[in-house]
């Protein structure tokens, strides 16, 4: 086991990692900008130090900075959390250029997984249905209507280095077919500095069910059950429940084997996700997160597994400590992603929080890195925190989501609680009847209600 670990993040996983090293006995390096000089995660660290000025390019995105806080404080391996450097190849072969083990998989994993249309080869070759569409990169508008052609209309085009939403447009006819590329490729190349796009098949009104998976880079990978994160506003996630409301157990029995025994046949280290497009009954693989998610707590409260221990203890040397036949789904749980947001608008609401009471009680978690006083600076991501709810079953699950939400006060600031107050109500959400273009329908009519 390490002796020192150097946590690469901030805000609620940064100190999700912390936690987690401290009850393996693992001293803690914390880093942080000068923004986040005060964050809950640097208070509780056994070191800290700072690597720059706000920006997350001059500081959290700063190679050069975080090597140089490793070789200062003797730390051994740094964990990326999610987000950031957390599936940066580069970053994990200069750390093992230096003797400092990267906590996640290998560089080569990472930069397959991190090419969209590699990634869907690869997938393609392992044996994980994939969505129809083209071979590889899409680069004239000649061969981008023959592939549309041969798999049909509605077709998306999605950037090869992608994430996000970003650089992905839907081109319903062929007429829209020209726009369609040269707006996603200019998406692509502003946000990931590639232009690179290809070609899927649209589907209509399909859920997002994604797999967590777990290997030892041994040889041995599990499937950990799957998260449905249908509810998304631009491609973002909002909403994680565990199990999906859809899914039969003879399915996540089926699609959960097929990809563990990819991971295994890869030799897959530490957590990871793989990510699906569900519609008709039918898994079609769209790509593969090698890292932890946000979302990962919906399946350690149906697990009871603590993944970041594992990711630590895997990355150590050592094997999986439980095998496929260990793990046992127990009831539900939901997440729901506190920004600082205007619930309505969505507008970033940086700022002073002047009282903060979060929910509690049997079954209840709350991940969050802020406090009574806390700054939310407005240079990161908007979350703030993730409420994370279980029962022994969806509609208790609910039930218990409902009063933690109304226990919820963030004063100060703008949340999106207000908006996860009005979900927990909603009949099509209680009965778990959504997709993935639901919430945006939802929003629309709220904003029409009010004008």
Not at 214 to 230: I, T
Not at 324 to 346: K, L, M, W, Y
Not at 407 to 417: C, K, M, S, Y
């Amino acid at each position: 086991m390490f002796s020192k670990i150097l946590i690469a993040n901030r805000g609620e996983i940064a100190l999700r990692i912390l936690r987690a090293c401290k009850e393996l006995g693992v001293a803690t390096v914390a880093v942080h900008s000068t923004a986040d000089a005060d964050a809950m995660h640097v208070r509780l660290a056994d070191e800290s130090v700072c690597i720059g000025p706000p920006q997350a390019r001059d500081s959290y995105l700063n190679i050069p900075s975080l090597l140089a806080a490793c070789e200062i404080t003797g730390a051994e391996a740094v964990h990326p959390g999610y987000g950031f450097l957390s599936e940066n190849a580069r970053f994990a072969e200069i750390l093992a250029a230096h003797g400092i083990k990267f906590i996640g998989p290998s560089a080569d994993h990472i930069r397959i997984m991190g090419d969209k249309i590699e990634a869907k080869r690869t997938a393609k070759r392992l044996g994980l249905p994939v969505v129809p569409g083209s071979e590889g990169e899409i680069r004239t508008e000649e061969e981008a209507r023959r592939v549309a052609a041969e798999i049909g209309f509605p077709l998306l085009v999605k950037a090869a280095a992608g994430g996000g939403g970003r650089g992905m447009k839907v081109a319903m006819t062929e007429n829209d077919l020209d726009h369609a590329l040269s707006t996603a490729r200019s998406e692509a190349k502003a946000a990931f500095g590639d232009d690179a796009v290809y070609l899927e098949r649209y589907l209509g009104k399909p859920r997002h069910i994604e797999i967590q998976v777990f290997g030892d880079g041994q040889g041995n990978a599990v499937y950990l059950g799957e998260r449905d994160c249908s509810l998304q506003r631009r491609h973002q996630k909002v909403w994680e429940e565990a199990l999906a409301p859809t899914i039969t157990q003879a399915q996540r029995e089926q699609i959960g084997e097929r990809v563990a025994e990819a991971m295994r046949i890869l030799r897959y280290e530490g957590a990871g996700t793989i990510e699906f497009l569900y519609e008709n009954g039918e898994f079609y693989f769209i790509e593969m997160n090698t890292r932890l998610q946000v979302e990962h707590p919906v399946t350690e409260m149906i697990t009871g597994i603590d993944l970041v221990n594992e990711q630590i203890k895997v990355a150590s040397g050592e094997k999986l400590s439980f095998s496929q036949s260990d793990v046992r789904f127990n009831g539900h749980a939901i997440e729901c992603r506190i920004n600082a947001e205007d619930p309505a608008t969505f507008t970033p609401s940086p700022g002073r929080i002047t009282y903060f009471h979060p929910p509690g009680g049997l079954g209840v978690r709350v991940d969050s890195g802020v406090y009574q006083g806390y700054l939310i600076p407005p240079y990161y991501d908007s979350l703030i925190g993730k409420l994370i709810v279980h029962g022994r079953n969806r509609e208790e699950c609910m039930n218990r989501l409902r009063r933690c939400l109304d226990e919820f006060v963030v004063d100060g600031i703008n949340t999106t609680i207000p908006l996860f107050r009005a979900l927990v109500n909603d009949p099509d959400i209680a009965s778990g009847n959504y997709d993935i273009h639901w919430l945006e329908g939802f929003l629309a009519r709220q904003a029409a209600a009010k004008a």
